[in-house]
């Protein structure tokens, strides 16, 4: 190795080392990078603008293109942001906007450069949730998004010399928990960072999935979908952890709780998909205005404003679980629509304490009974996401083995 890759591997071996020592001191991995405060919000940054004729191209095509920084640091790594082509929940254009990072060091294995496509928790219903604006500003203190802390896990799969897929799977409207959008647009991704020439991949490349939570939402979403939407992709396995596996089951667990602005917050979205339904209605006032607040925010803000609300219809009833409406909404966008042919890793914690892992364990015994390859962590450490940080060497070991096309076991393992 030459001195400059020896520099390479030793800066990226050093970010990855920080960040997983942040993660497991604090369970806040985010770097001491001070925001870039000239960093404009998409809303306002006509990188993001829609182009007249997006009608006109395919779906994962290139609009425009931009280099970039991971956090604004100046690091061993090449960071594009693509504005690509996509498709809505119905199948009518959208745009997306994907981070693509890869490390200086050349690739020395087997094949074209290993991709992981990670779904961050974006858990956003504000234009300023997006993963792209997180990624390109930096952290910033009393933001009150997940991402300022996930961001950056992003040296722990760099530092194995793949390349990195963060994709704005919400779309420009910022639709949380849409299934089919999320889908569309994680692998729109994908296919637009694979057709990105600087990034020096291949259409073959090896690609994999990884997301927590609300990034796992997405995960499964894209994975269920992909066989049918984005056959072409390389698609080796994936990893979904704490897994949003039946939605009104999280709003019913969280209500009223430490956790209940995820009630609140998944309520909001739902609402949002599903306007016909006038969902905030069957609620009473206090329910409404934290509904509403919530469309404009990052859940962390909604979970730090509404700690122990509960969530109470306009009958007096205080189970969200009764109202028609939000059960509708929210069964049309829950996991466990379709089967994914990539093997998996699932994890989840019993001592969850914001998502119920019996969903989950539904969702899981689903697959196997379709034939999935699935191999599936029921961890006891304890809360939701001292749960994901513990198992990050076991899922980044998985995933590695799937890239490196290490043979799969078929059939399911439950441990």
Same mark, same amino acid.
């Given at each position: ?16 080392? %920080? ?12 770097? +001491? %990078? ?32 931009? @280099? ?45 450069? /290993? =991709? ?5 928790? @974006? ?6 949730c997006a993963s792209s604006y997180m990624l390109r500003s ?27 897929? =963060?994709?704005?799977? @919400?779309?420009?409207? @910022? ?21 990105? %020439? ?41 990893? +979904? ?15 009223? #709780? ?16 599903? /306007?016909?339904? &006038? ?16 469309? &404009?925010?990052? =859940?962390?803000?909604? =979970? ?37 042919? %990539? ?15 019996? +969903? ?8 196997c009974a379709a034939g999935a390859s699935v191999t599936y962590?029921? #961890? ?36």
């Amino acid at each position: 190795m030459n001195t400059r890759n020896q520099h390479h591997a030793f800066v990226l071996r050093g970010l990855c080392a %920080a960040a997983m020592a942040a993660t497991l001191a604090t369970g806040n991995p985010a770097l +001491a %990078a001070p925001a870039d405060t000239t960093v404009a919000t998409p809303d306002l940054d006509p990188f993001y603008a829609t182009p007249p004729d997006l009608d006109s191209y395919p779906d994962g095509a290139i609009l425009r293109s931009r @280099e970039s920084a991971l956090f604004g640091l100046p690091l061993p790594i090449s960071v594009w942001q693509i504005q690509y082509r996509s498709s809505d929940a119905r199948g009518a254009a959208t745009t997306g906007v994907t981070t693509v990072l890869v490390p200086g060091l050349p690739w020395t294995g087997a094949g074209a450069r /290993p =991709v992981v496509s990670y779904q961050m928790a @974006e858990d956003g219903l504000g234009v300023q949730c997006a993963s792209s604006y997180m990624l390109r500003s930096g952290y910033q203190p009393g933001a009150q998004n997940d991402q300022t802390s996930e961001g950056p896990l992003t040296a722990l799969l760099l530092q194995r010399n793949w390349a990195v897929v =963060v994709s704005d799977y @919400e779309g420009p409207q @910022e639709r949380f928990l849409d299934r089919a959008q999320e889908a569309h647009s994680a692998l729109d991704g994908i296919r637009a960072a694979l057709a990105f %020439a600087p990034a020096g991949l291949a259409a073959d490349s090896p690609v994999a999935a990884f997301g927590y939570s609300g990034g796992a939402f997405a995960t499964v979403s894209m994975m269920e979908i992909q066989p049918g939407y984005a056959p072409e992709l390389n698609v080796t396995g994936f990893a +979904a952890g704490g897994i949003p596996a039946d939605l009104v089951a999280g709003i019913r667990h969280d209500n009223g #709780t430490a956790n209940a602005g995820l009630a609140v917050f998944a309520t909001a979205a739902l609402d949002r998909l599903r /306007p016909d339904l &006038n969902i905030v209605d069957h609620f009473d006032d206090a329910g409404r205005a934290a509904i509403t607040t919530a469309g &404009n925010q990052c =859940v962390q803000q909604t =979970v730090a404003d509404t700690a122990y609300l509960r969530l109470t219809d306009t009958t007096g009833s205080t189970d969200p679980g009764t109202v028609p409406a939000l059960v509708i909404a929210a069964a049309q966008q829950n996991p466990g629509q379709a089967v994914p042919t %990539a093997p998996m890793y699932a994890w989840h914690s019993t001592l969850d304490d914001a998502l119920p892992i019996d +969903a989950t364990d539904s969702l899981v015994d689903r697959y196997c009974a379709a034939g999935a390859s699935v191999t599936y962590h029921r #961890t006891d450490v304890p809360q939701h996401a001292p749960a994901a940080v513990a198992e990050l060497p076991a899922v980044l070991d998985y995933l590695g083995e799937r890239l490196a096309g290490a043979p799969i076991h078929p059939g399911c393992r439950t441990f």
